[in-house]
């Protein structure tokens, strides 16, 4: 995004927008990964939806900063200017225990175990840590062990359709939010709002029902009135 505000030209922008992308598709997933590994199972619905709530508050944000800051270059570089914070505290975040084991650092994992513990006032039963402690026999294979495994194969393609379907429906809808009608920055703002509340029902819908009833409400749209197209677009992009 630092490199975005200061391109010459147009196709040196558009790759920096591709490294962008790239960068923030892995930000965001590893963030939804720790944060649910860390945790606990009973409270992965919240961490979940809760950091994607974020989002929401930062697309409104958007809106209203690029109402005051119309030069795209300066807007940019404000918009980078939150990334030094998480260049400085990235280095303080746990790293996941699974793939610490999964690498064979038992050790480290021990310590990040003890240390959640602590904070959480927990204590931690000998034979875990004598488990975790013990040699493990890593498997490298990369993409290549999940298409041999025929267990892992079937769940990925099970994933994978959902999630092909679920993306194209999504960003379907939201970039054509631009023909909202209304005032762009206007549209941009409530983009961002209507997040809040699509999450919040996201939590609900995991608590009480589950993973399953959640994704298909997810893919089923909108529930608002087919007569009027510009509500149809939010609240379904949100959906």
């Known amino acids: 995004m630092l490199t975005s505000g200061l391109c010459p030209n147009y196709y040196l ?16 997933i590893n963030c939804i990964v720790l944060t649910t590994e860390w945790i606990g199972v009973r409270r992965r619905a919240l961490g979940s939806c809760g950091s994607q709530l974020f989002g929401g508050f930062g697309q409104a944000l958007l809106a209203m900063l690029v109402f005051f800051v119309r030069d795209w270059r300066m807007a940019q570089l404000v918009m980078a200017a939150p990334m030094a914070c998480v260049a400085v505290y990235i ?43 013990k040699d493990k026999t890593v498997e490298k294979g990369g993409i290549r062990f ?22 194209l ?17 206007l549209t941009q703002l409530l983009f961002g709002l209507t997040e809040v509340p699509a999450h919040l029902l996201c939590f609900w819908l995991l608590e009480v029902a589950g993973r399953k009833l959640d994704r298909g409400t997810k893919k ?5 009135d087919p007569e009027e197209p510009r509500t149809l677009i939010v609240s379904s992009s949100k959906l």
């Open 13 to 28: 922008y558009l790759a920096s927008q591709f490294g962008a992308g790239v960068g923030y598709g892995g930000f965001r």
């Open 91 to 133: 280095w303080f975040i746990p790293e996941s225990a699974r793939w610490l084991l999964d690498r064979g650092h038992t050790e480290e994992v021990k310590v990040l175990v003890l240390k959640a513990a602590a904070i959480n006032k927990r204590t931690i039963p000998e034979s875990l840590l004598e488990n975790i402690s």
């Open 146 to 167: 999940l298409i041999r495994s025929p267990v892992l194969r079937k769940r990925f393609v099970i994933i994978t359709i959902p999630w092909f379907a679920l993306n």
């Open 169 to 185: 429906s999504y960003y379907c809808l939201t970039l054509n939010v631009g023909k909202f009608g209304l005032n762009i920055f």
């Open 220 to 224: 089923k749209g909108d529930w608002s």
